[in-house]
Every structure is written in C-alpha cells, then in structure tokens.
C-alpha cells in the first residue's frame, strides 16, 4: 500500500507562487492605492496604464500589481531583468515596440527591481518612453530619487506601496490554508494565534509570510483528520528572524537616523533600541562607532567634553575585539551619549565659520600673526607686533587674529548645559578683557 504524501497535492512551485492574487479583487493591502474609487485602481480598470514606478519594501505586490495589470490590459506585456538584460538586447525588444506603436498596438515594459539596472540600462528605455512607445513599469525597494535616472524618474509616476498589516498577513495565510492552490485540500488544523505569530515574523512581507507557512504546513504532524501543526514546529521554523535590513538602502539611513535623535533627545533607551536593531541585523560596528564619535562633538560638545573621549574608547574597543563582545562597549557609549547634556555649540560655530570662510577665501592674514621664516618676510613687517602670550600675566595678549573684514564676529556661542556654563563664564571674561584692550 502506498502511503500518500504531501508533495503529490501540490505543483512544484512556491506557495507565495501558487497564491499570486490574479485580479485586485483579491490583492490584500495597499488600500491608499487600491481601495473603490483610488486613482491607481480606476487607471488599471480603465485602461489608462501610463509609465509608473512600484517603491516599496519586500512582498507587498509590486510584481503581482504588474501581473494584474498584465492580465487587465490589451497591451503586450514584456518583463525585463538587470541580470540577463543587456543594452543590445534591451534597444532590440525597444524598436520592435516602437514599430509596433506605428500600427496602435501598445506595450508595457515590466522591470523588476530596477535600481539594479546600471545607467545605461536605464539610459535606453527613455527615448520610447519619451516617444510614448512603451509604457514603463518599474519595481524597486529603493528610493527612486537616488537610484533611478532623473530623466526617467521625471516621466514616470511613483506609486508608494506600504508594507501590509498584521491584519493583512493574516487575511493572506488563512486565504491560503483555505484556498485549493494552497492548502485547501490539506485539512490544515493551525489556530489563529499562531498564525498571527508567523503574521508577526513575516515583517510585512506576504512572500516571506507564506514561506514560513508552508514550512511550518510541510514539517506539521500527518494525521487521518488533517495536518496539525504544532507550536514546536512553528518555534522551530521561526526560531531566527531576518530583520529587514539593507546596509546600503534607505533603511540603513533611516535607523541611523532613529539611533542619532534619539541621544540627541537623551532617550536612552530607545537609543539602544535602535542600536540593536543594527547590530543585529548585522551593521558594521565601526560604522556605529565612528556615528557616535561625530555625535559626542555634534550634540554634546563642551557640554562634557568625556563625551568625545567615551565614543572614540568605544571605536577602538570595536575594532580590538569586534562582534559580538563590542555591543556593550557601543551600549555603553550609546546610553552616556543620550544621557549626557547636549549642546550643538561645536557644529553651529563651525557652519557660521564656513560660510564666512567661503566667502572670505581670500582675505589675508594679519601681518601680525604671520609667520616669518625669512629675513624678507621680517623685512615685510611679518610677525610684527606679535605677543607671545604665555609672557603675559592673563595668558593672552591684545592683537586681533581675525582678518579685518571680521573684526568682532563671535563663531562660538557657549549653551547654558552641562560644562559648558563654565564655558560661557571663562569666555565673558575673555571678551570684556579684550574690549578693554582694544581688541575688536
């Protein structure tokens, strides 16, 4: 007798595969997009599919929106890959669309991923999209803006999908425990829970949602009444999570960005939160390191000048003995920076500084603070005038050191945080001194 087996229920391929949504009426999510009356379901129903441009993170549909627009439309559907895709072949399938726009037939172009096309890749669709001899599809995790040419950005719509719902992962894998392409035949037993918990690892991603489902489906307990699936098996197959993360995307600059304000809003443990979620998801951290170097002089400054001196103790902890020993010197760096009183005196004197440099570029140095190697330079009245001023009983002597253009100008502005009111007090002093001197 020949025992049955799971295999021989279902095709070969994927279940994320087998469940692709075939019309909107059974896409789940991106409602802003797709809901009664939203402009970019009226445009596919009605036919007046212009080039657009798919930005959103992993599973949400991007791909599947192109199939269904394939399957909607009248038009040919052609797709493109940055892999196998060269600009010979490209320009080949791009003038036998174009001499097919001479006779009203229409086609859609579908790239996947199409922030990994170089330049000239992407430099070879935009005259027949100019032309109007295609329509462009794109599809990308990236931002656009910096990933796709300004000119073809400039001629496509972007359309920004979200990542689905909780509530929408779950809608999409009791679809599939139900659905014949899935495990509709399989008399599937999984409680609601643990579907919300493979909803939860699935990160907003439906792909990755129903991979882990049919992992979980194929590895449950056979029995005569059904397949039952165990909280053992699922603890097994979501026993790690891959956190979404691309170190070179927008999501690195973004937790970045949530770990930088959060010190700066002295939110310790937020900011370790974040710093986590780089870490684990596998940043560099050197990278974390030097941001917290540049954070202790940005954000704290003379505020506590042991700021700058504790983030470059953590870089060099980082590189003597890396992952994962050094996330408790970043740890320990991260929670002093938040914790630390916070002046952006450093940064703001510098910018003030810059921009007077710049347009200052060739103002000369006064001649008494030049140096004067040479017997002409002396001659040239170099250095003349100059005070050492450790000689003096004040440790400072009167000469202006500012161009005279700059006379006056104060770069530095001491904050009433942390040291930084000694700071302000030290450099009063310093200013009522040099007035009464003379000095500008």
Known sequence: MDEGSLFENHAAEPLAERLRPRTLDEFVGQQHLLGKGKVLRKIIEADRVSSMIFWGPPGVGKTTLARIIANQTKASFITFSAVTSGIKEIRSVMQRADDGA??????????????????????????????????????????????????????????????????????????ALQDARGFGKDHVQMSDEMLRVVAEFSNGDARNALSTLEMVVLNGDQREDGIHVTRETLEQCTSKKSLLYDKSGEEHYNLISALHKSMRNSDPDAAVYWLARMLEAGEDPLYIARRVVRFASEDVGLADSRALE???????????????????????????????????????????????????????????????????????DYGKGYVYAHDTKEKMAAMQCLPDSLAGKHYYHPTEQGLEIRYRERLNQILKWKKEHGVP
């Open 310 to 380: 504790i983030a470059v103790a953590a870089y060099q902890a980082c590189h003597f003995i890396g992952m994962p020993e050094c996330s408790v010197n970043l740890t320990h760096a991260v929670i002093y920076m938040a914790m630390a009183p916070k002046s952006n005196a450093m940064e703001l004197a510098y910018n003030e500084a810059r921009e007077d440099a710049v347009r200052h570029l060739a103002e000369p140095v006064p001649m008494v603070i030049r140096n004067a190697p040479t017997r002409l330079m002396k001659e040239l």
């Open 102 to 175: 001479r006779y009203g037939n229409r086609t859609i172009v579908f790239i996947d991923e199409i922030h990994r096309f170089n330049r000239a890749q992407q430099d070879a669709f935009l005259p027949f999209v100019e032309k109007g001899s295609i329509v462009l599809i794109g599809a990308t995790t990236e931002n656009p803006s910096f990933e796709v040419n300004g000119a073809l950005l400039s001629r496509c719509k972007v359309f920004v999908l979200k990542a689905l719902t909780l509530d929408d992962i779950v809608q999409i894998l009791k679809h």
